[in-house]
């Protein structure tokens, strides 16, 4: 690990973002250029006093995982990307398995589309980034699991409570759905090891799966109606739009209410309640860190 290079690239990709680059409004008069060090710690998911200590050559190594976060935060291009995992001693990403690298562009998109949820996810159902309505709506997607559960398609058939996010009688064809589209995913990746120890655990551990993998269905989700199950605001209906990328190996995926349904109330309530649970989390995070 090169504790002063890594610092001095976290602080000069820091530098030269703009609020607006990464969603955010500007605000108050900034005396210093870029982004403040707090920002770039909340759009990574870490703590502010931890990424002020790598900023000042004085943090512990950070995690694959945590680069990765680092990499999105700072919308890093894919040689960037490398460079950072170089200078904090970790191998690059190999070219085979997922790309958790998204690019700045897409970010960008994402930022862009702040009143209805929308995320960004890999074509084996790992989410990748999310907007603050998205995990409002489905839940911290992006930090909230490790391994194959970080994938929706295998928790959907190996957890009961990621199912329950569908309507009981909505299930049946949510599960088909996935299965096809997993199976045109996995026909991009001749030989990709994750992808096919993914199916293998999938099969082990679900006899449904394993019958509709059987039937080889094939077909690439682009758009369909999803019925969504919240604990505080009920079932929202949702026309869901998926944008590929030329590789089709990243989907953003938007979820957007018909105009003069229900839906549209039950999103701007839920807005208001993600709001304020961000907030409350914010302030929590602040009296345990100023308990230490």
Avoid at 55 to 72: D, F, I, W, Y
Avoid at 76 to 103: K, W
Avoid at 117 to 140: C, E, F, H, K, Y
Avoid at 259 to 286: C, F, M, N, W, Y
């Amino acid at each position: 690990m090169q504790q002063k290079e890594l610092a001095g690239f976290l602080r000069t990709r820091r530098e030269h973002l703009q609020p607006a680059d990464v969603g955010l409004h500007a605000g108050a008069r900034r005396r210093t250029p870029g982004l403040r060090r707090h920002e770039v710690a909340d759009l990574a998911g870490m703590s502010p006093d931890y990424y002020i200590r790598l900023e000042q050559a004085r943090g512990p190594q950070p995690s694959p995982q945590m680069l990765n976060a680092l990499s999105r935060a700072l919308r890093l291009t894919t040689d960037e990307r490398d460079h950072l995992y170089r200078l904090a001693g970790h191998h690059a990403p190999p070219v085979l398995g997922v790309d958790e690298h998204v690019s700045p562009g897409l970010l960008r998109l994402l930022d862009a589309l702040t009143a209805i949820p929308a995320q960004i996810g890999s074509d084996l159902g790992i989410t990748l980034a999310q907007n603050r309505l998205a995990v409002a709506l489905l839940g911290d997607q992006v930090s909230a699991f490790r391994g194959m559960a970080r994938s929706h398609i295998y928790r959907f058939f190996t957890d009961p409570a990621a199912r329950a996010q569908y309507p009981a009688e909505d299930q049946q064809e949510q599960a088909r759905i996935m299965v096809a589209d997993v199976r045109a995913a996995i026909a991009l990746r001749p030989g990709d090891p994750e992808a096919a120890k993914m199916i293998r655990a999938l099969q082990n551990s679900s006899d449904e799966f394993t019958t509709l993998w059987q039937q080889h269905d094939v077909a690439v989700r682009r758009s369909d109606r999803k019925r969504i199950v919240h604990p505080s605001v009920g079932t929202i209906e949702l026309d869901c739009e998926v944008l590929g990328t030329s590789r089709q190996d990243q989907r953003l995926v938007i979820l957007t209410p018909r105009p003069g349904s229900e839906a549209v109330s039950q999103l701007q309530l839920l807005s208001v309640i993600g709001t304020q649970d961000l907030a409350a989390k914010a302030r929590h995070h602040r009296n345990s860190h100023a308990d230490r």
